[in-house]
């Protein structure tokens, strides 16, 4: 078994799209591609008529024997507190591995058997490269995050069908973005998890930093991807840039007044 974990984000409308697109391409996939997967979603809407909404696109799009729960949340606390909360919700289950995507990561029918293919790769990597695993992050098109010229070390390790898979990767475990990571529990329960430094941003570095601390590698699948639809709300994006350039210690408590006060002011 291969548990899912999705946040939800919707402080708008727009962010009701996208997370509705999400949830549908995800439903589309894993009926097309079945596996064994059990899912858990949660996170915060601006509205509790959104939220509501949400719940009813999850149940209508995807099987109701692996869903193992919908959690709201009153506050936008952020990925890397929701990931860590669902986290410990599954962690009675027995699995090595769980597949966790942002809320506007899109699932792609070009891309065949992704969690087989993941799940095999996994499980060779050590025996073929003598090295442990952290995390395998999925490609992302349409807005590319990963600083791809920067990660010019590569293992090639067999998958499911018989054929190898290209990893690419980072001595230092940076340049890689962590919109669709496929997690070793081990790796994450050592490492503890995200740390909860803010709303947004820096979760993704830390862990990566965490991780190759503790030797593990920490890898990009070129041509296992997924679609990162790139946000058109500029003053959104300028708002998360602002957050994660800051320096000057503020508390995940701090960075979510200011987020509070960013959604709460804007003119929608």
Known sequence: MIPYIQPIFIPDENHLDINIESIKTFGNYIKEFPYDVKCVFGGWAKSPKWFSEICCMIQKNIPDDIILEIKAYDKNYGKAYVVNDLYRSINTHKFKYFLTADSDIQFSPKICNIFEKLHSIAENFTEETKKKLGLISLNLEDE????????????????????????????????IAGGCIFVSRSAWDEVGGYKELSVYGGHDGTLLSDMNQKKYMCVVSPELSVIHPRNKDVLYRRHKQQLQKTKDGKSLKQTMVQTEDFWKNRNL
């Open 144 to 175: 590319q995050c990963h600083i791809i010229k920067q990660l010019k070390k590569e293992y090639h390790v067999l998958t499911s069908d018989g054929t190898k898979e290209k990893l690419i990767y980072n001595a230092s475990g940076a340049h």
